[in-house]
């Protein structure tokens, strides 16, 4: 599972990153209520794969902590998280969309 940035990002040298490939860390705090999404953000999905370092982007807020209810949320909180983070980077003007593959 995947997030594809269909939005051109301005890196801080003036570089603009067309489209973009990111993968999402998801995380439950120790009470089990708070859901953590952090994205890593890479130039393209052969770059992830061969292992090269993440795009450093300061002006995008790529790390969200959510409520979470595990009866009412479910047990998918790698999901969770690519949604909650789809919903996010839409309110800074970034479009993305979850790949499955």
């Known amino acids: 599972m995947a997030l594809i940035i269909n939005t051109p ?15 999402v ?10 859901l953590y999404s952090d994205l890593k953000i890479y130039n393209n999905k ?7 370092e993440e795009i450093r982007i300061i002006n995008i807020n790529k790390y969200m902590a959510t ?12 999901s969770i998280a690519h949604d909650v983070l789809v919903t996010a980077l839409l309110e ?3 479009v993305a969309i979850k790949e499955l593959n």
């Open 9 to 23: 990002i301005t890196l801080p040298s003036g570089i603009i990153v067309n489209s973009s490939y990111g993968r």
């Open 25 to 34: 860390v998801a995380s439950v705090n120790p009470g089990g209520t708070q």
């Open 46 to 52: 052969q770059a992830y794969i061969d292992n090269l």
């Open 67 to 78: 409520p979470y209810n595990r009866e009412s949320d479910g047990l998918d909180t790698l």
């Open 92 to 94: 800074q003007g970034i």
